[in-house]
């Protein structure tokens, strides 16, 4: 990947490059064609290619190979452990605890079967960094809760939810526990105790891998509702051609993210504490949103404030006079009214600070040099858009 | 994604600034969005003389605000008044869903300078 192409990307939590050994692997999938149901020979290949993608997945997750199953995304994993999940207790609904700060494609279908089915939810309330207490998940669980969804790592700050205890008290409880992990994967080492829980969603092109593939890790199969009903691909629950071109990057990715995250992990840190240390010198008086303690979030990402100044418009500076891409707290919506971030929002940051926020996320591409000419292009861009703002 | 036309007045505002002794001065806000315009301006000769801007707000409601500016800068009053919905609308070219706000924001500009001035003409 050359380092010219991607200079000034700052958006890694939205996607990430395909790696140059993603992408070799999968233009050699793009020869192979069988289909990897049929019983011929010509279709060894396109079936020992599955396989393979997921015995990487499994060994990235350290779980077994039957437990692992393919998805189109991380929002298709989400949704399936969900409803798939909570299929059998829909003529029963009970209780369902999750975070105010899921991904959307946690949130809407926990509110689906709140709405539809009659389930009952709680959302736990982050505290002002960003993180769950897990007092408050104690506090939450009732006789007849059945199911729980926390996610590993948020997307827009980077915090680490208390996601080994939350697993391990649900799975005493015998509670169903899922965890959307799609933010953690590729990004920091997992805690041991993720296996606990009884479903774990990840995405492929948040760690280098292709869009259109992703995965779901389920404890025990047998208990979860079929997805796609047909051919009985995927052990009869995701029915469907696989998505070989797919699975050979997801493979590659799983691979190399399995042999070099420690690598990755520090190189995010190093980044981590220069960018906060140039942002806090910056003299724009930066406010940080997310943990201060830079071991409760993941390294890569980093979500702060400029006060006085929109984030919206600092981002479209940004891109316009330095080709940087950043993601922003809050933004203009139709007619009149703006959509802020729900996650500042549960942060209970106030309006101004979520409307000045932005979000950097970086990658393994990233550099120090590029870090360093962010900062002077933020700097220039704020003095900019102080200045459109402020008599003189 | 923004339009060139945004874009060129959102990076380059060549309006931006106070008047000195100003004849008139006017605020155009969205109080869900937060966006915050101020003009101040000078006439003469029943035209606009000079005029300036100050803006807190995304960056097509910067762009709307540098877009105002140009277009009734030396023009008179009767003809700014003259000005159709349909004409003023389509001083901001293509817009975005999310950016069509700043239509209402470019219409209140409007009605505001000719309120303000006709104010001061009673």
């Known amino acids: 990947m050359s380092e010219t192409t991607l200079s000034g990307y700052f958006d890694y939590n939205a996607t990430t490059p395909l790696s140059n050994s993603v992408k070799s692997e999968m233009l050699k999938a793009l020869d192979i064609y069988g289909n990897a149901s049929s019983p011929y020979s010509r279709a060894q290949e396109s079936k020992a290619l599955v396989d393979s993608a997921r015995e990487n997945m499994a060994q990235l997750m350290g779980a077994e190979t039957s437990q692992m199953f393919f998805t189109s995304c991380g929002s298709e994993a989400n949704n399936w452990a969900i409803k798939g999940s909570l299929a059998r207790h829909a003529k029963n609904p009970g209780h369902i605890i999750t975070t105010a700060i899921e991904h959307p494609s946690v949130l809407e279908p926990i509110a689906y079967m709140e709405q539809v ?174 943990p201060q303690d830079p071991s409760k979030c993941v390294g890569n990402t980093i979500n702060f404030s400029v006060p006085g100044v929109r984030g919206e418009a600092l981002a479209a500076l940004l891109d316009h006079k330095h080709q940087t891409q950043v993601s922003i707290g809050s933004a203009c919506s139709n007619n009149k009214s703006s959509k802020s971030s729900h996650v500042l929002v549960a942060m209970g940051l106030g309006d101004e600070r979520i409307q000045s926020a932005i979000r950097m996320s970086f990658g393994r591409y990233t550099t120090e040099d590029e870090l360093d000419r962010f900062v002077n292009n933020l700097h220039a861009c704020a003095e900019q858009l102080l200045g459109i703002s402020t008599p003189s | 994604m923004y339009s060139p036309l945004v874009i060129e007045h959102f990076s380059n505002p060549s309006y931006v600034g106070d008047v ?96 303000n001035v006709l104010k001061e003409d009673a």
Not at chain 1, 158 to 183: F, K, M, N, W, Y
Not at chain 1, 233 to 245: D, H, I, P, S, W
Request: charged share 25%; hydrophobic share 35%.
């Open chain 1, 117 to 290: 089915h009659g389930f009952s939810v709680t959302r736990l309330v982050p505290d002002v960094e960003g993180r769950v207490r897990e007092e408050d998940f104690l506090s939450a669980l009732r006789p007849n809760t059945q199911f729980v969804s926390v996610m590993y790592a948020n997307n827009e700050t980077g915090a680490l939810q208390p996601i080994g205890p939350i697993l391990e008290e649900a799975r005493r409880r015998a509670i169903t526990s899922h965890t959307d992990a799609v933010q953690a994967l590729g990004k920091c080492t997992l805690d041991d105790r993720i296996l606990a829980a009884d479903y774990v969603s990840f995405s492929a092109h948040k760690f280098y891998g292709p869009k259109g593939i992703g995965g779901l890790y389920v404890r025990r199969p047998g208990e979860l509702a079929q997805l796609i009903h047909g051919g009985g691909q995927e052990m009869g629950l995701r029915a469907g051609t696989e998505n070989l071109v797919g699975m050979a990057g997801l493979a590659r990715a799983s691979e190399d993210c399995t042999q070099l995250l420690p690598e990755w992990e520090s190189h995010y840190r190093r980044l981590r504490h220069r960018i906060t240390r140039k942002l806090q010198d910056s003299g724009l008086g930066i406010e940080f949103n997310g």
């Open chain 2, 20 to 115: 000195p002794n100003p004849d008139h001065e006017f605020e155009v806000g969205n109080s869900v969005c937060g966006d915050r315009i101020r003009i101040q301006l000078n006439s003469e000769s029943d035209k606009v003389d000079q005029i300036a801007f100050r803006a807190w707000g995304c960056a097509t409601s910067i762009a709307t605000a540098d877009i105002f500016c140009k277009s009734v800068t030396g023009k008179s009053y009767t003809d700014i008044e003259a000005r159709s919905e349909g004409e003023i609308r389509d001083l901001l070219g293509e817009l975005d869903p999310p950016q069509k706000h700043c239509i209402d924001i470019m219409m209140s500009l409007h009605s505001l300078l000719l309120k």
